[in-house]
């Protein structure tokens, strides 16, 4: 498993058609046009753009619905999963040989992508998370042996542009990373929820205790993406010996704690990532 660094404009392809316009397919276009690639060089296939994607595209000189698309050097699927049928005869038209394929429709893959892309060689499937809505994302990547270095290069490019993307050896792991990051926000988001509740319970007005988790989350979360020191080594720094942390985490840290629950509930994610890809 390897990770590269952040995409540029040098990177991004020649010719590149999205299709697919919503929140995760609009995060990934301005991702890119904030990264220099010209909107000319681009162009949106979607029934029903919202308003803001239709004035983004607008602003930059993107073609939306064009008539002709051709054959782009890169293509990137953004639908709704259970789209791809309806899709395939439009979309497999635009998916050339020389055609770069790269999905993130979680639960496709690349052998579905492949009975629907018959000429397509080249495919990339890619997990991303919520956070790439604010260029926060985590994401990870698979390719097919058909994809090349340089287009290789070029899919990092696309999917950086809304945060980390980690490379995978085996496409099989796509599924534990689903469980990780691609879960992992909702995660979060209930530990902000517990540890407000567990305020409230401690005394606090529930406002209070809402804005003082939210917070806390939000700050511990923006420290943790500063930093170069271990999650583990963050933790240990600041808690005293004997002090209110330490009594908390003998908690947490306890056999039936959090690392437990934790690994449980990753494996149930996968588990069903993997029925759901089945």
Request: net charge negative; aromatic share 2%.
């Amino acid at each position: 498993m390897s990770r590269d660094g952040t995409g540029s404009g040098a990177a991004l392809p020649a010719s590149l058609i999205l299709v697919g316009a919503g929140k995760m397919g609009g995060a990934l276009l301005e991702g890119w046009l904030a990264d220099g690639l010209p909107g000319a060089r681009a162009a949106v296939i979607d029934p029903n753009p919202a308003p803001a994607m239709v004035a983004l595209c607008e602003r930059h000189g993107v073609a939306l619905n064009p008539a002709e698309p051709g054959e782009p050097e890169a293509l990137v699927l953004a639908i709704k999963p259970q789209g791809l049928d309806a899709a395939a005869a439009a979309v497999s038209a635009l998916a050339g040989p020389g055609t770069l394929v790269v999905s993130v429709l979680a639960g496709k893959t690349i052998a579905n992508l492949r009975d629907r892309l018959p000429r397509a060689r080249a495919m990339v499937r890619a997990m991303p998370n919520l956070p790439a809505s604010i260029r926060r994302g985590a994401t990870g990547a698979a390719a097919s042996p058909e994809t090349s270095e340089a287009q290789r290069r070029t899919a990092h490019a696309l999917l950086s542009g809304v945060g980390l993307v980690e490379w995978l050896d085996s496409e099989d792991l796509i599924d534990a990373v689903t469980a990780v990051s691609g879960s992992g926000p909702a995660y979060v988001f209930l530990l902000a929820e517990a540890l407000a509740a567990a305020g409230i319970a401690a005394g606090l007005p529930a406002e209070v205790a809402d804005r003082l988790a939210r917070q806390t989350v939000a700050g511990a979360g923006e420290l943790l993406g500063q930093s170069a020191q271990a999650p583990a080594t963050l933790r240990q720094n600041v808690t005293s010996p004997g002090g209110t942390t330490a009594a908390a985490l003998r908690v947490l840290m306890a056999g039936d704690g959090l690392e437990p629950l934790m690994r449980d509930a990753v494996a149930a994610a996968k588990a069903r990532a993997e029925e759901l890809a089945g």
